[in-house]
Each structure stands twice: as structure tokens, then as C-alpha cells.
């Protein structure tokens, strides 16, 4: 058993000291966070569509981003029916509750320029020429194939 675990187990939550048996629900005010959005987006969309005439970029738009937070509110849900409590859905939770490795992270790395400059490129291509948007492809492949290959080579060599 981890230090983590036997601190979490030690406080039990607010509901359960209340007499409720349940725990809060995992990741709760970030369902909340992104589907409250959709309650904005829609509405506005129907009022922008109705004083704008079906402005058509303005009314898609205000629709696609009541459809992305709908999206992502809707992931965040269903991941918060899969996996446990957390320590920071905890609303007594410590900091110390959550500490420990939280994952590994190479320490420098220049693949993510080298792919920015590539995206860069290619997108460039796109007012210059398509001959650039290749050019741009190309070192966005080999940045990528860096980030990938980073932690097989080196003193990062597993």
C-alpha cells in the first residue's frame, strides 16, 4: 500500500462523513466546466441565426462550438464512469495526496520546433506553392520521427 493510499483511506469523503454512503463522483466539476458551455453556445447560435438572417459562417460556427464542448463534455463523463475517485476530486483532499511520480518527461527535446517549423512550412505552401507544402511535410515527418524515437537513443536510451 502507497503513502497515497493509506492518507485517502484514512479521510473518508464529505458524504460519507454526512451519512450519505457515496462518494463524489470522479471528475465532476470538469464534466461540469465543459457541458455548462453547450447551455452558452446553443442558445446563442439560435438568437445569432434568427437577428442575422442564417448568417451562415457566425451561425456554423456558434453551432460547431456548442457541438465541441458537447463533445468534450460528453468524453469527460463517460471517463468519469470508468475510473475511481481521484485525490483532487476529494473536497478535503491535502496537496500531499497527490504526490508521487506522476509520469515520465523527457527533459529537453527539439522535435516539437522542428515540427512546428515543418507544420509552419506546409502551411505556408498553401499561399507560395505547393512545392513548399511538401518541403514542410518532409522536415514535419523527420521532426516527428525525432519525437518519436527520443527515449531510444541517448542517455534517454531504455
Same mark, same amino acid.
Given at each position: 500500500?502507497?503513502?497515497?493510499?493509506?492518507?485517502?483511506? /484514512?479521510?473518508?469523503?464529505?458524504?460519507?462523513?454526512?451519512?450519505?454512503?457515496?462518494? $463524489?463522483?470522479?471528475? =465532476?466539476?470538469?464534466?461540469?466546466? &465543459?457541458?455548462?458551455?453547450?447551455?452558452? &453556445?446553443?442558445?446563442? %447560435?439560435?438568437?445569432?441565426?434568427?437577428?442575422?438572417? %442564417?448568417?451562415?459562417?457566425? $451561425?456554423?460556427?456558434? &453551432?460547431?462550438?456548442?457541438?465541441?464542448?458537447?463533445?468534450?463534455?460528453?468524453?469527460?463523463?463517460? $471517463? %468519469?464512469?470508468?475510473?475511481?475517485?481521484?485525490?483532487?476530486?476529494?473536497? =478535503?483532499?491535502?496537496?500531499?495526496?497527490?504526490? @508521487?511520480? +506522476? @509520469?515520465? !518527461?523527457?527533459?529537453?527535446?527539439?522535435?516539437?520546433?522542428?515540427?512546428?517549423?515543418?507544420?509552419?512550412? #506546409?502551411?505556408?505552401?498553401? %499561399? !507560395?506553392?505547393?512545392?513548399?507544402?511538401?518541403?514542410? #511535410? +518532409?522536415? #514535419?515527418? +523527420?521532426?516527428? #520521427?525525432? /519525437?518519436? $524515437?527520443?527515449?531510444? =537513443? @541517448?542517455?534517454?536510451?531504455?
Amino acid at each position: 500500500m502507497t503513502e497515497n493510499d493509506r492518507l485517502h483511506q /484514512q479521510r473518508p469523503s464529505v458524504e460519507v462523513e454526512k451519512g450519505h454512503g457515496e462518494q $463524489t463522483r470522479p471528475m =465532476r466539476v470538469e464534466v461540469l466546466l &465543459f457541458s455548462a458551455w453547450i447551455l452558452f &453556445f446553443i442558445p446563442v %447560435a439560435i438568437i445569432y441565426m434568427w437577428l442575422s438572417d %442564417a448568417e451562415p459562417v457566425g $451561425t456554423v460556427g456558434l &453551432f460547431l462550438l456548442g457541438g465541441m464542448f458537447a463533445f468534450s463534455g460528453g468524453y469527460l463523463w463517460l $471517463t %468519469a464512469r470508468r475510473i475511481d475517485q481521484r485525490p483532487e476530486d476529494d473536497p =478535503r483532499g491535502e496537496i500531499e495526496d497527490r504526490a @508521487g511520480e +506522476v @509520469g515520465t !518527461f523527457s527533459p529537453h527535446s527539439w522535435a516539437p520546433l522542428v515540427i512546428g517549423i515543418g507544420t509552419m512550412l #506546409a502551411f505556408l505552401g498553401l %499561399a !507560395f506553392g505547393w512545392w513548399l507544402t511538401g518541403i514542410g #511535410a +518532409v522536415v #514535419a515527418l +523527420v521532426g516527428l #520521427a525525432g /519525437q518519436l $524515437t527520443e527515449f531510444s =537513443r @541517448g542517455q534517454h536510451k531504455h
